[in-house]
Structure formats: structure tokens, C-alpha cells
């Protein structure tokens, strides 16, 4: 038995959103259980794709999120000449 593993029953249920436009993931929760938040994701991938996001991943899962939306830094590209 691992003492450090984390018992996921302890945690409630969250649907996680990860967009690409905006680069963000989104929580929205908690749920007493997997069925319920089964039943409300497509009505927020729904909402952000009405807010112009795209390329949009959603997934039921349990966790205890600390932030509830996540922007990420947007890529830096360099361009070298030669």
C-alpha cells in the first residue's frame, strides 16, 4: 500500500475544459457525481463555443482544482536569420 497516494474518492466531480482558443482550461463543479456532470458538459462546451472558443476537449474526472480557469501563456516563436 502507498501511503502517498492520493484516494480519489475523496475528491467530487469537475468537468475539465482545455481550449486551444483561448489557450485555457476551465473547471466547472464540484458534482456529487459522475453522472451529473456527465449531464452539464455539453451544455458548457456549448456556452464556450458560443464565446468563440475552439478546438475545445472536455473530460468528467475527479480532482480538487485550485484555480477554476487556467490561462496559459500565450508560445513565443523566434524567427532567427541566417
Given at each position: 500500500m502507498n501511503l502517498f497516494?492520493?484516494?480519489e474518492s475523496?475528491?467530487?466531480w469537475w468537468v475539465e475544459?482545455?481550449?486551444a482558443v483561448p489557450l485555457c482550461t476551465y473547471y466547472f463543479g464540484p458534482f456529487d457525481s459522475e453522472k451529473e456532470?456527465?449531464?452539464?458538459?455539453s451544455g458548457?462546451?456549448?456556452d464556450?463555443?458560443?464565446?468563440?472558443?475552439r478546438d475545445i476537449i472536455a473530460v468528467v474526472k475527479q480532482c480538487q482544482p485550485?484555480?477554476?480557469t487556467i490561462f496559459q501563456d500565450?508560445?513565443?516563436v523566434e524567427i532567427s536569420t541566417f
Open positions: 497516494q492520493s484516494n475523496e475528491f467530487a475544459i482545455n481550449t456532470a456527465q449531464l452539464y458538459r458548457y462546451v456549448e464556450l463555443y458560443h464565446e468563440e472558443a485550485d484555480v477554476l500565450e508560445a513565443k
